[in-house]
């Protein structure tokens, strides 16, 4: 599969629609006021870089970047599709994640995921990269049903 990873608008129609998978699994998975993925106008703010992955001429993931100061970026609302997960594209995007934070210069990497098990799979690939658990960073609460990781980039 020829895969082309492309900064995008978050509200372009196929974006749009994958969100609304995406935001179906955190309902899911948690409670509904403790879920902190964005909407598309949340993706789209300043601070932010939200990237499309294209697989074949269609839309198969996105994830963002949320700039939190000059050292320090969060990963958000990572998705590749279901029918495509276990094939390496989450890793495709993530390298291309840390990548654009390291030519930013940010010298950490966090991001906060849910500690259910539906997002077992989502804290393993970030494990696998190198990301340990911490305490909650920027506006986030303790909250048990959130696991927050991150990556020291120097």
């Known amino acids: 599969m020829d895969i082309r990873i492309q900064e995008d608008e978050p509200t372009r129609p196929e974006c749009l629609?994958?969100?609304q998978v995406h935001h179906a699994h955190m309902q899911a998975h948690t409670s509904?006021?403790?879920?902190?993925?964005?909407?598309?106008?949340?993706?789209?703010?300043?601070?932010m870089t939200f990237w499309s992955m294209w697989g074949d001429g269609r839309l198969i993931g996105f994830g963002a970047l949320k700039e939190l100061d000059s050292a320090h970026g969060e990963i958000?609302?990572?998705?590749?599709?279901?029918?495509l997960r276990g094939q390496g594209l989450a890793a495709r995007l993530l390298d291309h994640i840390v990548a654009v934070a390291r030519q930013r210069?940010?010298?950490?990497?966090?991001?906060?995921?849910?500690s259910a098990d539906g997002f077992r799979s989502a804290r393993t690939l970030y494990a696998r990269y190198g990301f340990t658990p911490c305490g909650p960073?920027?506006?986030?609460?303790e909250d048990p049903e959130s696991f927050f990781m991150t990556l020291a980039l120097d």
């Open 32 to 47: 509904p006021e403790k879920i902190y993925a964005l909407d598309a106008s949340g993706l789209a703010a300043p601070g």
């Open 105 to 114: 210069g940010y010298q950490r990497l966090s991001l906060e995921t849910g």
């Open 76 to 83: 958000k609302s990572m998705h590749t599709i279901g029918e």
């Open 137 to 141: 960073f920027s506006f986030y609460p």
């Open 17 to 19: 629609a994958l969100l």
